[in-house]
């Protein structure tokens, strides 16, 4: 309701990409769930990416922010759901491969009970789901490397 309001309409690309981070963490700062702290503030104000802030500050091993962690945790979630739709979709028995900045920042996160719960809960599906192993694509250039070897092969 609260990302329906600001944009009409909320798909799973509005929510679970990168754009989507500070969107999530925006509802948990307004609607009050978590408080944001002062030098957070400072920071995401001067930011022109809020993103690498609020994951660096969610995964922060000494001291993890909680309206961060929130967030990410809340996106790893909707990932994971997103994720698990996929996979019933196309009957990814091979794999669901996950790609893109976001998977790759997050992969401690990933590999957390938070996405695979996620990714798992679909009813009379969970153990098919169970079977199919989800891979994160680290190489940053993971996209061209395709593209090129496509090309290569005159495709």
Do not use: Q
Request: hydrophobic share 45%.
């Amino acid at each position: 309701v609260y990302l329906r309001r600001r944009f009409g309409h909320v798909s799973y690309e509005r929510v679970c990409s990168g754009s989507g981070l500070p969107d999530v963490y925006t509802f948990f700062r307004d609607t009050r769930r978590h408080d944001e702290p002062g030098w957070l503030a400072a920071a995401l104000a001067d930011a022109d990416d809020p993103t690498p802030i609020i994951v660096a500050a969610a995964l922060d091993a000494a001291r993890p922010c909680p309206i961060c962690r929130a967030a990410v945790d809340t996106f790893v979630g909707v990932l994971g759901a997103e994720a698990g739709n996929l996979a019933l979709k196309v009957l990814a028995t091979g794999g669901v491969y996950l790609a893109g900045g976001m998977p790759a920042r997050l992969l401690p996160v990933l590999d957390s009970s938070t996405f695979r719960d996620a990714f798992h809960r679909k009813g009379r599906y969970a153990e098919l789901l169970r079977r199919i192993p989800v891979h994160v694509i680290t190489h940053p250039h993971a996209a061209l490397l395709g593209a090129g070897h496509r090309a290569i092969e005159g495709v």
